[in-house]
T-cell receptor, first 116, second 116 residues
Framework: AQSVAQPEDQVNVAEGNPLTVKCTYS??????LFWYVQYPNRGLQFLLK??????LVKGSYGFEAEFNKSQTSFHLKKPSALVSDSALYFC??????????????FGQGTTLQVKP | GAGVSQSPSNKVTEKGKDVELRCDPI?????LYWYRQSLGQGLEFLIY????????KSGLPSDRFSAERTGGSVSTLTIQRTQQEDSAVYLC??????????????FGPGTRLTVL
């Protein structure tokens, strides 16, 4: 079965420190990879995506993610965290190939808490 | 431009009643998705519409759930004979099928459904 794993329910980091939110996936082929962020009582906002090309992808708000094909991972990173980054983060994959309609398979989400 | 809108933002209903949830996608987006976000299940795909193609209903949890998309734009998700386990946030997303934002799904703020 196709799945996405975010092994940490919560990540705590001090403001100004680097942050990493982990994501691994189990999907056949080379899927498209995404990160979304959800602030309280809001819908999901797109952060970044990996389609092809350079393994390091840069996105909104200073976030970046590194695609590692051998480890089937797509960890989200930011060099210097802000308190305003505190939110719920979702990793998602979109399997490619015939019969795949573009639906996203989401991880369970990781709550990022940045403390001043 | 305007984003994806959903109505109502909150819906409280009694067990056994039918509910209708509405989604207005971004103008020009031909792909439309419904997802459900609940505490125990995370984010689950429900149904996908693309132009005049037959919808992908593979994520609908039971035959009490149905959805339609009229005129290739507005979509309505209907839940008949609601049960308490239907309580969740229902998210709608739309996506272009070409251009720079191809593959990105733009989410609405969601409808929070509470079944008493």
């Amino acid at each position: 079965a196709q799945s996405v794993a975010q092994p940490e329910d919560q990540v705590n980091v001090a403001e100004g420190n680097p942050l990493t939110v982990k994501c691994t996936y189990s999907v056949s082929g080379n899927p498209y990879l995404f990160w979304y962020v959800q602030y309280p009582n809001r819908g999901l906002q797109f952060l970044l995506k990996y389609i092809t090309g350079d393994n390091l992808v840069k996105g909104s708000y200073g976030f970046e993610a590194e695609f590692n094909k051998s480890q089937t991972s797509f960890h989200l990173k930011k060099p210097s965290a802000l308190v305003s980054d505190s939110a719920l983060y979702f990793c998602a994959v979109r399997p490619k190939g015939s019969g795949n309609t573009g639906k996203l398979i989401f991880g369970q989400g990781t709550t990022l808490q940045v403390k001043p | 431009g305007a984003g994806v809108s959903q109505s109502p933002s909150n819906k409280v209903t009694e067990k056994g009643k039918d509910v209708e949830l509405r989604c207005d996608p971004i103008s020009g987006h031909t792909a439309l998705y419904w997802y459900r976000q609940s505490l125990g299940q995370g984010l689950e795909f429900l149904i996908y519409f693309q132009g005049n193609s037959a919808p992908d209903k593979s994520g609908l949890p039971s035959d009490r759930f149905s959805a339609e998309r009229t005129g290739g734009s507005v979509s309505t998700l209907t839940i008949q004979r609601t049960q308490q386990e239907d309580s969740a946030v229902y998210l709608c997303a739309s996506s272009p099928v070409s251009g720079r934002s191809y593959n990105e799904q733009f989410f609405g703020p969601g409808t929070r459904l509470t079944v008493l």
